[in-house]
């Protein structure tokens, strides 16, 4: 769970995702302005943050999660589990799946600034509906850190679905924690253990897992 606890902490520093780019922009543009965004919000707030972090879900809310995929990737980590469930099952998680999201970065994120990610261009053809943005982030230790999104073009632009972090899949790595879980305790009993993570953690959307 730590691994994933990281995964998540650098999706929400990295993968900011906002609408407030110019029409079509491309998959870098799309991470590069939302990032920048997001990391101007911490910074014009960034004491009120130190003194609750939990808040740094507001702008992982605005300028994230409403331009990922979160449907499309949830079915990818319910994997052969999506099939058996029922269309409640598969909403249900998918909400859940959305807090995890939102819960896991407080203070790992407060401090982070725009001198530790760098966004690499992406060409892009006109006819491709796939792309990988390539960006870097450095750690406190100086260390830097690859870490690629995958995002696929839809009807509402492009959206991110996977992040990969030095070759490990966050997608994969959920699919394999949360499919452990269900094979043993069912599905309903992992959508519940999420939720009531999501319901008793102090965020606006949930809080720490």
Same mark, same amino acid.
């Given at each position: @769970? #730590? ?29 590069? $302005?939302?990032?920048?965004? @997001?990391?101007?919000?911490? +910074? ?5 943050? /130190? #003194?609750?972090?939990? #808040? ?5 809310? %605005? ?11 949830? /079915?990818?980590?319910?994997? @052969?589990?999506? *099939? ?7 909403? *249900? ?36 509906? /796939? ?11 100086? +260390? %830097? ?7 696929? %073009? ?11 972090? +030095?070759?490990?899949?966050?997608? *994969?790595?959920?699919? +394999? ?6 094979? %043993? ?14 319901? $008793?953690?102090? $965020?606006?959307?949930?809080?720490? *897992?």
């Amino acid at each position: @769970m #730590k691994l994933l606890a990281t995964i998540t902490v650098l999706i929400a520093a990295g993968l900011a995702i906002a609408g407030h780019a110019a029409a079509q922009p491309g998959p870098s543009e799309i991470v590069e $302005s939302a990032a920048q965004s @997001m990391l101007d919000g911490l +910074e014009a707030n960034r004491d009120a943050y /130190r #003194k609750d972090p939990s #808040k740094v879900g507001e702008l992982v809310e %605005k300028y994230l999660l409403p331009h990922f995929d979160i449907p499309y990737a949830a /079915r990818l980590v319910l994997g @052969m589990h999506w *099939r058996d469930a029922t269309p409640e099952q598969r909403q *249900r998680f998918a909400d859940a799946f959305y807090h995890t999201l939102v819960n896991t970065y407080g203070s790992a994120l407060v401090d982070f600034t725009s001198d530790r990610l760098n966004v690499f261009p992406t060409n892009v053809e006109a006819e491709t509906d /796939r792309a990988t943005v390539r960006t870097e982030v450095t750690r406190d230790n100086g +260390e %830097k850190v690859a870490v690629n999104y995958s995002l696929r %073009k839809t009807d509402a632009g492009w959206k991110a679905w996977d992040v990969v972090i +030095e070759g490990i899949s966050y997608v *994969r790595s959920f699919r +394999e924690d949360y499919g452990a879980a269900i094979d %043993k305790q069912g599905l309903d009993a992992v959508i519940e253990r999420l939720e009531r993570s999501a319901n $008793s953690a102090p $965020s606006t959307e949930g809080g720490d *897992r």
